[in-house]
Every structure is written in structure tokens, then in C-alpha cells.
């Protein structure tokens, strides 16, 4: 990986190759967790990891391809748990810790990750109905 200062996240974290390649081993973890894998039974993993590819490369500061629903569109409904959202942040430190990805940016990804949590959990939703 990229580990110079000036460099952006999206260098930082490989381009497109890097990117892909810690979604995969993102993925990998996620379906290896049993708490997890049950919420992607029915999805098509090579469309799954494509869009996520495309969205931690927008928010890494890449070029945005990501043409994916709304994030709360696509998790509503799903019963995914403040917990749930708390492991997939951990698989995903693990998997860019693995890819050679250096604290500092792991951290930044976290940073960028975290505020979704309402969104992906749907506790947005949840707020604006109470």
C-alpha cells in the first residue's frame, strides 16, 4: 500500500486493486461469521462486493462509480443490530490490517464507516417515527 503523507486514502488503501481486495477479504470474514453470513444467503456476492468496492472507493476519496440504492433503502428492514454493524467495522479493520493497510488509514476508513451506523441499522428510521 501507499503509505506516503500526501498521499490520499483512496492511494493509501491500493486504488482500485487494493480496494477489491480487501472487500474480498472482507467478505471472506463476514460469510465466515455465523452471526453474519445468514444476511446474505440470497445475495449475489459478485453484485455485493462490487457495489461495496465502488462505495469504500467513493468514500475514500476515489472516483464515485457507486450507483447503488440509498444505504437506507437497502438495509431497511433487515434487522441488522448496532452489534451486527459492530462486527462488520471489526472485519473490516482485520481485512485492511491484513491487505498491509497502515493504522492511520484504517482509522480514517473507521471514521468514514461509523457514522452510518443509524442508517444501516436503521435507527434513523426508527427516531423518526418516535
Do not use: W
Not at 503523507?5 to 493509501?12: D, M, P, S
Not at 480496494?19 to 472482507?26: F, M, Y
Not at 462490487?50 to 434487522?79: C, I
Not at 454493524?85 to 464507516?113: C, K, M, P, T, Y
Amino acid at each position: 500500500m501507499t503509505d506516503t503523507t500526501e498521499a490520499t486514502l483512496y492511494q493509501r488503501l491500493g486504488e482500485g486493486a487494493g480496494i477489491a481486495a480487501v472487500v474480498d477479504g472482507l467478505y471472506t470474514r463476514i460469510l465466515g461469521d455465523e452471526t453474519l453470513a445468514p444476511y446474505f444467503t440470497e445475495t449475489r456476492m459478485v453484485d455485493q462486493k462490487r457495489h461495496m468496492a465502488l462505495f469504500l472507493a467513493a468514500a475514500a476519496g476515489g472516483p464515485d462509480g457507486y450507483k447503488g440504492k440509498d444505504l437506507g433503502v437497502a438495509h431497511a428492514g433487515r434487522g441488522i443490530s448496532g452489534e451486527d454493524f459492530d462486527r462488520v467495522i471489526g472485519h473490516a479493520a482485520s481485512a485492511l490490517a491484513e491487505a498491509g493497510v497502515d493504522a492511520d488509514a484504517i482509522n480514517q476508513v473507521a471514521g468514514a464507516l461509523l457514522p452510518l451506523r443509524p442508517v444501516i441499522t436503521n435507527e434513523v428510521a426508527v427516531e423518526q417515527t418516535a
